[in-house]
Protein backbone atom coordinates (compact mmCIF):
# COMPACT_ATOMS: atom_id res chain seq x y z
CA UNK A 1 0.00 0.00 0.00
CA UNK A 2 1.22 3.27 -1.13
CA UNK A 3 2.01 5.45 1.90
CA UNK A 4 1.56 9.01 1.99
CA UNK A 5 3.05 11.15 -1.26
CA UNK A 6 4.44 15.02 -1.25
CA UNK A 7 5.78 16.84 -4.60
CA UNK A 8 8.09 18.50 -4.47
CA UNK A 9 10.63 17.24 -2.12
CA UNK A 10 11.69 20.82 -2.60
CA UNK A 11 11.53 24.06 -3.83
CA UNK A 12 13.23 26.86 -4.05
CA UNK A 13 11.47 30.22 -4.92
CA UNK A 14 12.16 34.47 -4.93
CA UNK A 15 9.99 36.44 -2.29
CA UNK A 16 6.71 37.08 -4.11
CA UNK A 17 6.60 34.11 -6.08
CA UNK A 18 3.86 31.59 -5.95
CA UNK A 19 4.40 27.96 -4.96
CA UNK A 20 2.25 24.93 -5.27
CA UNK A 21 2.58 22.06 -2.85
CA UNK A 22 0.47 18.85 -3.43
CA UNK A 23 -0.21 15.93 -1.11
CA UNK A 24 -1.77 12.21 -1.89
CA UNK A 25 -3.12 10.63 0.73
CA UNK A 26 -3.14 7.27 2.07
CA UNK A 27 -6.14 5.98 -0.18
CA UNK A 28 -9.53 5.58 1.69
CA UNK A 29 -8.45 8.32 4.66
CA UNK A 30 -10.79 10.79 5.08
CA UNK A 31 -8.89 13.08 7.50
CA UNK A 32 -6.04 15.70 5.89
CA UNK A 33 -3.87 17.03 8.10
CA UNK A 34 -0.83 19.80 6.56
CA UNK A 35 1.72 20.86 9.39
CA UNK A 36 4.61 23.31 8.77
CA UNK A 37 8.13 22.95 10.74
CA UNK A 38 10.25 26.23 10.50
CA UNK A 39 13.83 25.67 11.34
CA UNK A 40 14.46 24.18 14.50
CA UNK A 41 11.07 24.77 16.29
CA UNK A 42 7.94 22.75 16.86
CA UNK A 43 5.34 20.92 14.36
CA UNK A 44 2.91 23.63 13.39
CA UNK A 45 -0.74 22.61 12.79
CA UNK A 46 -1.81 24.21 9.72
CA UNK A 47 -5.54 23.02 8.95
CA UNK A 48 -7.29 19.31 8.85
CA UNK A 49 -9.88 19.01 6.20
CA UNK A 50 -12.25 15.70 6.53
CA UNK A 51 -13.20 14.77 2.99
CA UNK A 52 -13.02 18.10 0.75
CA UNK A 53 -14.34 20.09 4.04
CA UNK A 54 -11.76 22.01 6.00
CA UNK A 55 -12.39 21.24 9.39
CA UNK A 56 -9.86 23.23 11.10
CA UNK A 57 -7.99 26.15 9.95
CA UNK A 58 -7.08 27.79 12.85
CA UNK A 59 -3.50 27.30 12.07
CA UNK A 60 -3.17 28.67 8.58
CA UNK A 61 -0.97 32.14 9.11
CA UNK A 62 -2.86 34.39 6.85
CA UNK A 63 -4.74 34.74 3.47
CA UNK A 64 -1.48 34.10 1.29
CA UNK A 65 -2.05 30.68 2.01
CA UNK A 66 -4.71 28.48 0.14
CA UNK A 67 -5.64 24.80 0.86
CA UNK A 68 -7.72 22.64 -1.31
CA UNK A 69 -8.69 19.03 -1.12
CA UNK A 70 -10.66 18.21 -4.60
CA UNK A 71 -13.05 15.65 -4.48
CA UNK A 72 -11.49 14.52 -0.85
CA UNK A 73 -8.45 13.01 -2.19
CA UNK A 74 -5.56 14.67 -2.89
CA UNK A 75 -4.84 18.19 -1.57
CA UNK A 76 -2.59 21.23 -2.33
CA UNK A 77 -1.29 23.88 -0.16
CA UNK A 78 -0.85 27.51 -2.32
CA UNK A 79 1.63 30.35 -0.85
CA UNK A 80 0.80 33.44 -3.01
CA UNK A 81 2.77 35.74 -2.82
CA UNK A 82 5.31 33.81 -0.85
CA UNK A 83 7.24 35.61 1.97
CA UNK A 84 11.00 35.04 3.75
CA UNK A 85 9.07 33.36 6.62
CA UNK A 86 7.41 30.59 5.08
CA UNK A 87 10.31 28.64 4.61
CA UNK A 88 10.26 25.48 6.08
CA UNK A 89 8.94 21.79 5.42
CA UNK A 90 5.59 21.37 4.87
CA UNK A 91 4.09 18.19 6.07
CA UNK A 92 1.30 16.57 5.20
CA UNK A 93 -0.43 13.37 6.56
CA UNK A 94 -3.33 11.41 6.54
CA UNK A 95 -5.54 9.32 9.18
CA UNK A 96 -8.79 7.10 8.56
CA UNK A 97 -10.01 7.51 12.00
CA UNK A 98 -9.41 9.68 14.95
CA UNK A 99 -7.20 7.82 16.71
CA UNK A 100 -4.42 10.22 16.88
CA UNK A 101 -2.29 7.36 14.74
CA UNK A 102 -1.32 9.84 11.76
CA UNK A 103 0.65 8.77 8.69
CA UNK A 104 2.88 11.58 7.20
CA UNK A 105 4.47 12.15 4.00
CA UNK A 106 8.21 13.21 3.88
CA UNK A 107 7.25 16.48 3.94
CA UNK A 108 8.16 19.45 0.81
CA UNK A 109 11.14 21.89 2.00
CA UNK A 110 10.10 25.51 0.83
CA UNK A 111 13.40 27.73 0.23
CA UNK A 112 12.27 31.43 0.12
CA UNK A 113 14.92 33.39 -1.05
CA UNK B 1 -5.48 24.60 25.07
CA UNK B 2 -2.99 21.79 25.06
CA UNK B 3 0.51 21.46 24.62
CA UNK B 4 3.89 19.60 24.96
CA UNK B 5 7.02 20.77 25.91
CA UNK B 6 10.28 18.45 25.22
CA UNK B 7 12.96 20.68 27.54
CA UNK B 8 16.53 19.04 25.69
CA UNK B 9 17.50 20.28 22.33
CA UNK B 10 19.35 17.00 22.23
CA UNK B 11 20.31 14.03 24.29
CA UNK B 12 23.59 11.94 23.72
CA UNK B 13 24.09 8.23 24.70
CA UNK B 14 26.37 5.49 24.20
CA UNK B 15 25.38 2.45 22.15
CA UNK B 16 24.05 -0.33 24.36
CA UNK B 17 23.39 2.13 27.55
CA UNK B 18 19.67 2.92 28.26
CA UNK B 19 18.38 6.44 26.42
CA UNK B 20 15.55 8.65 28.18
CA UNK B 21 13.64 11.45 25.95
CA UNK B 22 11.41 13.73 28.41
CA UNK B 23 8.12 15.12 27.83
CA UNK B 24 6.14 17.45 29.65
CA UNK B 25 2.33 17.83 28.84
CA UNK B 26 -0.08 20.55 29.73
CA UNK B 27 -3.94 19.61 29.06
CA UNK B 28 -7.32 20.05 30.31
CA UNK B 29 -9.06 16.36 31.08
CA UNK B 30 -7.60 13.53 30.07
CA UNK B 31 -4.64 13.49 28.12
CA UNK B 32 -3.79 11.05 24.51
CA UNK B 33 -0.16 11.42 24.44
CA UNK B 34 2.43 10.03 21.38
CA UNK B 35 5.41 9.75 20.36
CA UNK B 36 6.86 9.95 16.94
CA UNK B 37 10.81 9.46 15.59
CA UNK B 38 11.69 11.21 12.27
CA UNK B 39 14.67 9.86 10.39
CA UNK B 40 17.27 11.64 7.85
CA UNK B 41 14.75 12.77 5.06
CA UNK B 42 11.64 10.57 5.91
CA UNK B 43 8.26 11.30 7.28
CA UNK B 44 7.48 10.94 10.92
CA UNK B 45 6.77 7.61 12.13
CA UNK B 46 4.59 6.74 14.81
CA UNK B 47 6.05 4.98 17.63
CA UNK B 48 3.39 4.58 20.13
CA UNK B 49 0.65 6.28 22.08
CA UNK B 50 -1.21 6.59 25.51
CA UNK B 51 -4.41 6.83 25.78
CA UNK B 52 -6.13 5.17 28.76
CA UNK B 53 -4.70 2.23 31.20
CA UNK B 54 -1.23 1.20 31.85
CA UNK B 55 0.67 3.75 32.42
CA UNK B 56 3.81 1.64 30.65
CA UNK B 57 3.39 1.59 27.51
CA UNK B 58 5.49 -0.01 24.42
CA UNK B 59 5.82 0.69 20.75
CA UNK B 60 7.70 -0.29 18.12
CA UNK B 61 11.56 -0.80 17.61
CA UNK B 62 11.76 -1.62 21.61
CA UNK B 63 10.61 1.56 22.52
CA UNK B 64 8.57 2.18 25.40
CA UNK B 65 6.77 5.51 27.11
CA UNK B 66 5.80 6.03 31.13
CA UNK B 67 2.77 8.42 31.72
CA UNK B 68 2.94 9.97 34.94
CA UNK B 69 0.00 11.79 35.73
CA UNK B 70 1.53 13.50 38.96
CA UNK B 71 4.53 15.07 37.05
CA UNK B 72 2.79 15.41 33.81
CA UNK B 73 5.10 13.63 32.11
CA UNK B 74 5.15 11.32 29.11
CA UNK B 75 9.17 10.29 28.87
CA UNK B 76 10.20 7.99 26.09
CA UNK B 77 12.79 5.43 26.76
CA UNK B 78 14.82 2.82 25.84
CA UNK B 79 16.59 0.14 27.53
CA UNK B 80 19.37 -0.64 25.29
CA UNK B 81 20.05 2.16 22.88
CA UNK B 82 21.50 1.58 19.08
CA UNK B 83 23.30 3.85 16.97
CA UNK B 84 20.16 3.82 14.38
CA UNK B 85 18.48 4.77 16.94
CA UNK B 86 19.76 8.42 16.12
CA UNK B 87 17.15 10.81 15.13
CA UNK B 88 14.51 13.22 15.58
CA UNK B 89 11.59 12.50 18.53
CA UNK B 90 8.19 14.75 18.92
CA UNK B 91 6.26 14.53 21.75
CA UNK B 92 2.39 14.91 21.03
CA UNK B 93 -0.88 15.50 22.63
CA UNK B 94 -4.07 15.12 20.95
CA UNK B 95 -6.28 18.05 20.74
CA UNK B 96 -10.10 18.38 20.25
CA UNK B 97 -12.27 21.20 19.04
CA UNK B 98 -15.64 21.17 18.21
CA UNK B 99 -15.75 17.60 15.92
CA UNK B 100 -12.40 17.92 14.74
CA UNK B 101 -8.84 16.45 16.24
CA UNK B 102 -5.50 17.42 15.60
CA UNK B 103 -2.04 16.61 17.11
CA UNK B 104 -0.13 19.32 18.67
CA UNK B 105 3.58 18.59 18.88
CA UNK B 106 6.24 19.63 20.65
CA UNK B 107 9.94 20.90 19.33
CA UNK B 108 11.52 17.95 18.74
CA UNK B 109 14.44 16.33 20.87
CA UNK B 110 17.50 14.84 18.75
CA UNK B 111 19.26 11.67 19.77
CA UNK B 112 22.46 11.20 18.93
CA UNK B 113 23.88 7.53 20.06
CA UNK B 114 27.73 7.10 19.56
CA UNK B 115 29.02 3.42 18.86
Known amino acids: EAGVTQFPSHSVIEKGQTVTLRCDPI?????LYWYRRVMGKEIKFLLHFVKESKQDESGMPNNRFLAERTGGTYSTLKVQPAELEDSGVYFC???????????FGEGSRLTVL | AQSVAQPEDQVNVAEGNPLTVKCTYSVSGNPYLFWYVQYPNRGLQFLLKYITGDNLVKGSYGFEAEFNKSQTSFHLKKPSALVSDSALYFCAVRERKDSSYKLIFGSGTRLLVRP
Open chain 1, 93 to 103: ASSQAYTGELF
Open chain 1, 27 to 31: SGHDN
